[in-house]
């Protein structure tokens, strides 16, 4: 497909500061990369601290009160007294507390951080219950060193729980700030209307809002060239091409706004057709 998009003449110097991506960047369907931090080694170190602290006494009750109960009754049942307490207070409490609390424990209330599934989302009864049946050998059985050392050569910090259940903890105050969505530029609002735009790379698309976030602050000569190199890129995913003479950033952001605007409209779509389905039943 031949450029539509006016820009200066000359190559286009190279994207990879728009287009990288990092393991600790997570996309959405429109293609915006979420940074959720992961927390830092002291702060989980201190966490678990306090978890093991909260675990310890918790467990002391419970073996104290499983001991008075079960003891004038018989052998047999003074061990499945004690045996259960265990498992309640070193997998049944973290697991509950966890799930319940969607991946925060006490120590993790304390230092502000929280348990995420590896794609950013909420855990699960699974996934606490994985974490603590785990934490039972690697924190309590082997004196949490397999944990330090595993959390000190991971880059998230993950110990042998998180890598089999899928999780990892993350820094659960740190706010985070979405871009303002970017509208279809009003002279172009009639060629996007009938314009064939398909689905861009997540790369690509990934690239094109990261520089409509940061072009304001970008030097004009710096910003038409790169906005040029993207449009390049775009111009083979939209169908017919914008008016000639349509600038490079204008011609992004209606293939950006476009996107979103046709993907809402299909998803409220979808959601009505569901209802009228669940309604039907």
Same mark, same amino acid.
């Given at each position: 497909?031949?450029?539509?998009?006016?820009?200066?003449?000359?190559?286009?110097?190279?994207?990879?500061?728009?287009?990288?991506?990092?393991?600790?960047?997570?996309?959405?369907?429109?293609?915006?990369?979420?940074?959720?931090?992961?927390?830092?080694?002291?702060?989980?170190?201190?966490?678990?601290?306090?978890?093991?602290?909260?675990?310890?006494?918790?467990?002391?009750?419970?073996?104290?009160?499983?001991?008075?109960?079960?003891?004038?009754?018989?052998?047999?049942?003074?061990?499945?007294?004690?045996?259960?307490?265990?498992?309640?207070?070193?997998?049944?409490?973290?697991?509950?507390?966890?799930?319940? +609390? &969607? #991946?925060?424990? /006490? %120590?993790?209330?304390?230092? $502000?951080?929280? !348990? *995420? @599934? =590896?794609?950013?989302?909420?855990?699960?009864?699974?996934?606490?219950?994985?974490?603590?049946?785990?934490?039972?050998?690697?924190?309590?059985?082997?004196?949490?060193?397999?944990?330090?050392?595993?959390?000190?050569?991971? +880059? &998230? #910090?993950?110990? /042998? %729980?998180?890598?089999?259940? $899928?999780?990892? !903890? *993350? @820094? =659960?105050?740190?706010?985070?700030?979405?871009?303002?969505?970017?509208?279809?530029?009003?002279?172009?609002?009639?060629?996007?209307?009938?314009?064939?735009?398909?689905?861009?790379?997540?790369?690509?698309?990934?690239?094109?809002?990261?520089?409509?976030?940061?072009?304001?602050?970008?030097?004009?000569?710096?910003?038409? @060239?790169?906005?040029?190199?993207?449009?390049?890129?775009?111009?083979?995913?939209?169908?017919?091409?914008?008016?000639?003479?349509?600038?490079?950033?204008?011609?992004?952001?209606?293939?950006?706004?476009?996107?979103?605007?046709?993907?809402?409209?299909?998803?409220?779509?979808?959601?009505?057709?569901?209802?009228?389905?669940?309604?039907?039943?």
């Amino acid at each position: 497909m031949a450029a539509s998009v006016s820009g200066p003449s000359g190559g286009p110097p190279g994207l990879s500061g728009y287009a990288s991506l990092t393991d600790d960047d997570l996309v959405t369907g429109e293609a915006v990369a979420l940074d959720l931090p992961a927390a830092n080694f002291g702060h989980r170190v201190v966490s678990g601290v306090i978890d093991v602290v909260v675990t310890m006494v918790l467990l002391i009750v419970v073996l104290w009160v499983a001991l008075t109960i079960t003891l004038p009754v018989d052998e047999a049942v003074l061990r499945i007294g004690l045996i259960g307490g265990l498992v309640a207070a070193l997998v049944g409490f973290p697991t509950t507390l966890e799930t319940l +609390t &969607r #991946g925060r424990s /006490l %120590g993790k209330l304390a230092m $502000g951080l929280r !348990v *995420v @599934r =590896d794609d950013g989302g909420p855990i699960s009864f699974q996934h606490a219950f994985v974490r603590a049946l785990l934490g039972v050998v690697e924190i309590y059985g082997l004196s949490g060193s397999i944990a330090v050392l595993s959390s000190m050569l991971n +880059t &998230r #910090g993950k110990r /042998l %729980g998180d890598f089999v259940a $899928g999780t990892y !903890v *993350v @820094r =659960d105050r740190v706010s985070l700030q979405l871009t303002r969505p970017v509208d279809v530029p009003f002279p172009l609002r009639g060629w996007a209307q009938t314009a064939d735009v398909a689905a861009l790379p997540t790369g690509l698309a990934l690239a094109v809002r990261q520089f409509l976030a940061r072009a304001h602050a970008v030097d004009p000569e710096a910003r038409w @060239r790169q906005a040029s190199a993207l449009a390049a890129q775009v111009q083979g995913y939209v169908a017919p091409p914008p008016p000639a003479g349509t600038p490079p950033d204008a011609f992004l952001a209606a293939v950006v706004g476009t996107r979103r605007d046709r993907d809402a409209r299909r998803l409220q779509r979808e959601a009505v057709l569901r209802h009228r389905l669940a309604t039907r039943r």
